[in-house]
């Protein structure tokens, strides 16, 4: 018996076996952990992902004037990110800890949820706590000198053709189109940032530094609060300047600002300094014309715009010509070379588009500004454009256009800022 059992016990075989059942709650004990591990930060994304979602919408909301809690807890329930989860939500406006705690615009999403992990909730006798939070707020995104005013899914900002557009700003649209900013055809785009409230269109026609800026806050009109003035009645006859004396004025002339039924420009003039209200006319200026006006704002209304609207004139310069035209820096009209009754119609036709054109003798400086139609910018290259806006329903550019913003000091044309919503916590 002592023989057998000495020899049992000197008996190696079966030793893993031993080995591997004394370890096996230990190896049990690290799967489970980590399957718990895995579950805890899936959760955890889950969360945070909620949270992150919940903060935008929380400042989308602030930026309509919205009601905030209503936006957060909509945007929780309707994208169902936490369906699985009792969650616990606070919502700050401003935030009360953070770097954001003075901004307005800021929204702070905290979520906090409860749930039990299958194999530690063997051995704990409470699930553990997740937790996410978010803040997110109105930040600048850049200075732009075109604003395109769409707001509906058709395309707001339209380059094609040759045109070789080098912006020293951005161009921002708010088409909720996902084609809302394209460039198409051997164009080629040097301006920053270029955003839409839509899409844009991907392509190899945006210059390598260009930041794309899709999805993003609509901009405001910089000049919603700008109205037309009363039309005087009756206005003083049209303004008809040829190069010679038949049938207008011949060249040299000069005009001082008041109303007139029509502008058409085919020679040289100069204008005084002023607002030139045109009633149910156009602003016409040739191939020909040679054409001054330091510190004028043209004026396109009509008396009759209220019943009807077609009777609002459009604007057309020839890229022939030689214009120097700059807007006033006080007044009602500050800032703005060309101002378009926003009553003016739009059905798509050449009749509705604006043509601003000139060749490299051409200075503009302040804002076009055809709020209810489309600007079509066909300038050629060399062109002293310092300054120079375009805010339009829709904007064009087909020929080759340089357009910089270096803007005097104390002037009052200036870039537009432009905002968006981003995560900064």
């Not at 380059?159 to 189109?177: E, P, Q, Y």
């Not at 269109?201 to 945006?206: K, L, V, Y």
Request: with cysteine; net charge negative.
């Amino acid at each position: 018996m002592l023989k057998a059992f000495k020899k049992l016990w000197n008996n190696e075989r079966g030793n893993a076996l031993i080995i591997f059942g004394a370890s096996l709650p230990l190896l049990m004990g690290a799967a489970g952990l980590a399957s718990d591990t895995i579950q805890w930060a899936l959760w955890k994304r889950e969360l945070q992902r909620a949270a992150d979602s919940a903060a935008i919408a929380g400042v989308y909301a602030v930026a309509v004037s919205a009601n905030v809690n209503d936006a957060v807890n909509a945007d929780l329930t309707h994208n169902n990110h936490v369906a699985d989860f009792t969650v616990d939500t606070d919502i700050e406006h401003s935030p009360l800890a953070g770097s954001y705690t003075t901004d307005v615009n800021a929204v702070r999403v905290l979520l906090a949820a409860q749930k039990e992990l299958g194999f530690s909730s063997l051995f704990m006798t409470s699930a553990p706590t997740i937790r996410a939070t978010a803040t997110a707020t109105i930040i600048p995104t850049g200075n732009y000198c075109v604003i395109s005013l769409e707001s509906t899914s058709a395309t707001g900002i339209s380059i094609g053709g040759t045109a070789d557009v080098d912006l020293g700003c951005g161009m921002i649209t708010n088409s909720t189109s996902m084609d809302a900013a394209v460039a198409f055809g051997s164009s080629q785009v040097n301006a920053t940032p270029i955003a839409a409230v839509g899409g844009i269109e991907a392509s190899d026609n945006w210059g390598d530094d260009v930041q794309l800026l899709p999805f993003n806050l609509a901009q405001e009109d910089p000049f919603a609060d700008v109205y037309p003035p009363a039309v005087p009645n009756p206005c003083n006859s049209q303004i008809n300047v040829n190069p010679s004396n038949g049938n207008g004025n011949g060249n040299g002339s000069t005009f001082s600002p008041g109303c007139y039924s029509n502008i058409t420009i085919n020679g040289t003039v100069t204008l005084d300094p002023g607002t030139y209200i045109i009633d149910g006319g156009d602003l016409n200026i040739g191939a020909q014309a040679n054409v001054t006006c330091n510190g004028c704002t043209f004026i396109l209304t009509s008396q009759t715009a209220d019943t009807n609207p077609s009777s609002i004139g459009n604007v057309t310069i020839n890229g022939g010509a030689t214009v120097d035209l700059s807007a006033p820096n006080t007044g009602d009209y500050a800032g703005i070379v060309i101002y378009q009754d926003r009553r003016a119609i739009y059905d798509g036709s050449a009749n509705t588009t604006n043509l601003i054109n000139g060749n490299a003798s051409s200075s503009f400086e302040g804002a076009f500004y055809f709020p209810s139609q489309k600007a079509q910018f066909t300038g050629t290259a060399g062109m002293d454009t310092e300054c120079m806006q375009l805010v339009a329903r829709r904007v064009e550019f087909i020929g080759t256009a340089g357009i910089t913003n270096n803007c005097p000091s104390g002037g009052a044309s200036q870039s537009f800022e432009g905002r968006s919503v981003r995560l900064v916590e």
